[in-house]
């Protein structure tokens, strides 16, 4: 499996990012997917997951403020990112579960200043 996120960077307390993940190596559509962040000098937590069916779940930090969301056609997953706080910095992981499995892509970086 290979997950390749992007869409991280810079913005300011109260801005908004679009991250993106395009997975590949797997039948994306059956897929469940989600998002995991780290910050430094913590461990890594879920934000959200959709399943193959579309049925999402949210860290309560991020409720309202997130939407993940999932475009079969493109085998990518997304998270829309409003209203960042400076304790949504992190590097944000891509990420593919089964059973009690899940693994990981590469991260990007999110960095909100305040």
């Known amino acids: 499996v290979q997950l390749q996120a992007s869409g991280g960077g810079l913005v300011q307390a109260g801005g908004s990012l679009r991250l993106s993940c395009a997975a590949s190596?797997?039948?994306?559509?059956?897929?469940?997917m989600g998002w995991y962040r780290q910050a430094p000098g913590k461990q890594r937590e879920l934000v959200a997951t959709?399943?193959?069916?579309?049925?999402?779940n949210y860290a309560d930090s991020v409720k309202g403020r997130f939407t993940i969301s999932r475009d079969n056609t493109k085998n990518t997953v997304f998270l829309q990112m409003n209203s960042l706080k400076p304790e949504d910095t992190a590097v944000y992981y891509c990420?593919?579960?089964?059973?009690?499995?899940?693994?990981y892509g590469q991260g990007t970086q999110v960095t909100v200043s305040s």
């Open positions: 190596g797997i039948i994306f559509s059956i897929a469940n």
């Open positions: 959709i399943t193959s069916g579309g049925t999402t």
């Open positions: 990420t593919r579960s089964r059973s009690s499995r899940v693994d």
